[in-house]
C-alpha cells in the first residue's frame, strides 16, 4: 500500500475515471479495496467509477465466487468529442508503456525535460 501524498491542487493530466481503469488493466481480478488504495480514491468513489464505467461500455464484470473479474472494452472511443480517434486500448498502452519505462504504477513521478523545469516543480 501506498503513503498518501501531501494533497493537491488544480488540475490533473488524468481523471479518476482513467486511473481506475489503468489499475484494472493491471489486474483485471484487483480488488476495489486495492484500486482506492493505488489511486488514492475511497472505496466508494471507486465503485461509484467502475459503474459510471460499466454504464457508458467501458467495462463489465463478471462474478467468480466472491470476486469479480474485469473485462475491458478495449475497442470503445475515449469519452471526450476531440478524443474520436484513440481508443481506450491506446490510452491503456500509453499507460503501461510509460509504467514499464519509469518504473511501474506505484512509483509514478512527474518527469520534467530540464533541470530547471524540475527545480520549480510543485510551484502551481
Known amino acids: 500500500m ?42 466508494r468513489a471507486v465503485q461509484k467509477i467502475i459503474s459510471d464505467l460499466e ?14 473479474e474485469y473485462q475491458i472494452e478495449e475497442g470503445t472511443l475515449l469519452r471526450h468529442p476531440a478524443d474520436s480517434g484513440p481508443t481506450v486500448a491506446d490510452l491503456l498502452a500509453l499507460l503501461a508503456r510509460h ?7 506505484g512509483n509514478r513521478q512527474p518527469r520534467s525535460a530540464s533541470p530547471r523545469a524540475r527545480a520549480t516543480e510543485g510551484d502551481g
Not at 481523471?15 to 480514491?41: F, K, P, S, W, Y
Not at 509504467?99 to 504504477?105: F, V
Open 2 to 43: 501506498h503513503g498518501v501524498p501531501e494533497s493537491h491542487t488544480g488540475w490533473t493530466f488524468l481523471t479518476n475515471h482513467a486511473r481506475v481503469l489503468a489499475a484494472i488493466a493491471e489486474d483485471r481480478t484487483t480488488r476495489i479495496r486495492d484500486i482506492a488504495a493505488r489511486c488514492q480514491l475511497t472505496e
Open 55 to 68: 454504464e457508458g461500455g467501458y467495462l463489465t464484470h463478471t462474478r467468480q465466487g466472491r470476486s469479480n
Open 99 to 105: 509504467d514499464a519505462e519509469h518504473g511501474g504504477a
